[in-house]
């Protein structure tokens, strides 16, 4: 069954980014749409996939990673305002049958993604 997933994870403390908070949005043109809202857990992923099954169309979507709550939730010396606050990954669905798996890798001072399995 095709679904749409994610995970953090904390590259500054080396653990997954528990309790972060993430918003899903379907972009039309320039209109964003809200899908869903999720946190994340101990292992750093939210408990179900995002979107799964007849759910995941086609199209252009976006993951909106709150980190700047994160960070500052860990209670780290950091300078204000943040460097990162909200991270937004815009990416397409091409296949509405596939999996797709947009992981974030997380430090106060950057980040990275790919599309995983």
Request: net charge negative.
């Amino acid at each position: 069954m095709a679904r749409l997933s994610t995970h953090v994870l904390d590259t500054a403390c080396g653990l997954p980014a528990a309790g972060l908070l993430i918003d899903l949005h379907f972009v039309d043109g320039s209109l964003r749409k809200h899908l869903k809202s999720a946190r994340t857990n101990l292992d750093g992923r939210t408990d179900e996939p995002l979107l799964s099954g007849n759910n995941l169309a086609t199209g252009i979507y976006e993951l909106t990673f709150h980190a700047g709550a994160y960070l500052r939730g860990l209670g780290l010396q950091l300078p204000e305002p943040l460097f990162l606050d909200e991270i937004v990954i815009r990416f397409g669905v091409s296949d509405s049958e596939a999996n797709y798996h947009v992981p974030l890798l997380l430090s106060p001072f950057g980040y990275s993604t790919y599309r995983g399995s």
